[in-house]
């Protein structure tokens, strides 16, 4: 069965730090894979999707970045972050399908 | 206006109710229309999807497109505290990129 994990759970980070967020998933192969964030009381805003290594398609321009060295690795990164980058992180799955999985998330703090 | 629009509650209904969570669009182009469930600090898990009009059951969940009013609905029926979660409809066209409502906030209490 497919997995799909995200670290960490929880993070805390200054203002003007860098970000890591790591995505993998387990059990499929060549999967499309995607970021997105969720604000307090609002909805999911699609910010990365990729449908194979080294192909990243951006929604929204911000001062984040995303790769995918592997075919099941998707990672979120940020030189410098912003107060207006905390949120919930999800990272998602699918195969060929409007059916998306998604991870547990990451709650970003930025201080 | 927002392409997807879903009212952001909380929707508060007694045990064995029946529920009824609706978001209406504006894009003609969106052919699919998912339903996502999503509990306090965890990530949505995807209920449900219909491809363009008609209903579909599963369970105690029933979900309902109208294309024509660009309308769409999740029912539940006997409504339990375990529904108690946010609820997100999505819709997408051909690429499958879906586009997300806000969520409804549902609490079923005892």
């Known amino acids: 069965s497919q997995t799909i994990h995200q670290w960490p759970a929880t993070l805390v980070q200054p203002v003007g730090s860098p970000l890591s967020l790591e995505c993998t998933v387990e059990g499929t192969s060549n999967p499309n894979l995607y970021w997105y964030r969720q604000a307090a009381g609002r909805g999911l805003q699609l910010l990365f999707y990729?449908?194979?290594?080294?192909?990243i398609s951006s929604e929204v321009p911000q001062n984040l970045s995303a790769s995918r060295p592997q075919d099941r690795q998707f990672i979120l990164s940020s030189k410098k972050l912003l107060l207006s980058d905390s949120g919930f992180y999800l990272c998602?799955?699918?195969?060929?399908?409007?059916?998306?999985?998604f991870g547990p998330g990451t709650r970003l703090t930025v201080t | 206006q927002k392409e997807v629009e879903q009212d952001p509650g909380p929707l508060s209904v007694p045990e064995g109710a029946i529920v009824s969570l609706n978001c209406t669009y504006s894009?003609?182009?969106?052919?699919?229309f998912m339903w996502y469930r999503q509990y306090s600090r965890k990530g949505p898990e995807l209920l449900m999807y219909t491809y363009s009009s008609g209903n579909k059951e599963d369970g105690r969940f029933t979900a309902q497109v109208d294309k024509s009013s660009k309308y769409i609905s999740l029912f539940i029926r006997d409504s339990q505290p375990s529904d108690s979660a946010t609820y997100l409809c999505a819709m997408s066209g051909g690429s499958y990129i879906p586009t997300f409502g806000r969520g409804t906030s549902l609490i079923v209490h005892p």
């Open positions: 894009n003609s182009a969106f052919q699919y």
């Open positions: 990729s449908v194979g290594i080294g192909q």
């Open positions: 998602a799955w699918s195969v060929d399908s409007v059916e998306q999985y």
